[in-house]
């Protein structure tokens, strides 16, 4: 099962809008179909520990196996898996694509059961990686409404240190205070922001900033 968008669980289609996920990789309706209750999959260990790593895992209620150690896997309570539409065991392979966009493939063993699929994790999913991002990838860069994409803009320094303090919440007198510079010359560069990334407000100009890594976590 494949979506290249996991903000809409949009179901990949063919130029005839047939669906990928039946057609081509062999799902049934009766498995589809709980995850078109978009409000429910949402709620999905699978999506929600998609989000937060960008490395494949194997997950079942036993834990989430990864190449890595990521503290925010831990976070996820495992017991969902028996009432979010999802099975039992899978291997998932988040695809974290450029402008924020966040896709997924899973797979998993015939029937949807709680079959082990460690020893398979292990051996493939080197080889399994590789075809995944670049299908999914290639499906969004022939797909994706541009749009609504924001324009390359290059920020000054004190525009992104405006922007990001804005990010956090801080008001433009805040912000002032922290930069030590007037409340205005902060204004006049977070105005200066929007304009460069083609946003319409201070909030549309952080997304967009995010959207292009000038905004990030925190060290």
């Not at 669980?9 to 179909?33: H, I, R, T, Y």
């Not at 912000?175 to 946003?199: E, P």
Request: charged share 20%.
């Amino acid at each position: 099962m494949v979506w290249p968008d996991l903000s809409t669980l949009s179901e990949p289609v063919d130029a005839d809008g047939q669906p990928l996920n039946a057609e081509v990789f062999g799902w049934a309706e009766d498995e589809l179909s709980p995850w078109r209750n978009v409000d429910k999959a949402l709620r999905s260990p699978l999506l929600r520990a998609a989000r937060v790593t960008s490395e494949p895992f194997c997950i079942s209620r036993r834990g989430i196996r990864s190449r890595t150690v990521n503290r925010l896997l831990n976070q996820i309570n495992l017991l969902d898996l028996e009432h979010a539409p999802a099975p039992q065991s899978a291997i998932v392979f988040p695809v974290h694509m450029p402008l924020g966009q966040i896709g997924a493939a899973i797979l998993t063993a015939p029937g949807g059961g709680e079959a082990d699929l460690s020893a398979l994790f292990r051996t493939s999913v080197d080889r399994l990686a590789a075809p995944v991002w670049q299908f999914v990838t290639g499906y969004v860069s022939v797909t994706r409404d541009e749009r609504y994409l924001p324009t390359e803009g290059l920020l000054t320094t004190r525009e992104i240190e405006c922007l990001s303090w804005v990010a956090h919440g801080k008001t433009d007198y805040e912000i002032s205070i922290i930069l030590g510079c007037s409340h205005a010359g902060v204004r006049y560069h977070v105005g200066r922001a929007c304009a460069k990334l083609g946003a319409v407000n201070r909030a549309q100009s952080v997304f967009r900033a995010a959207q292009l890594g000038y905004i990030g976590v925190p060290l």
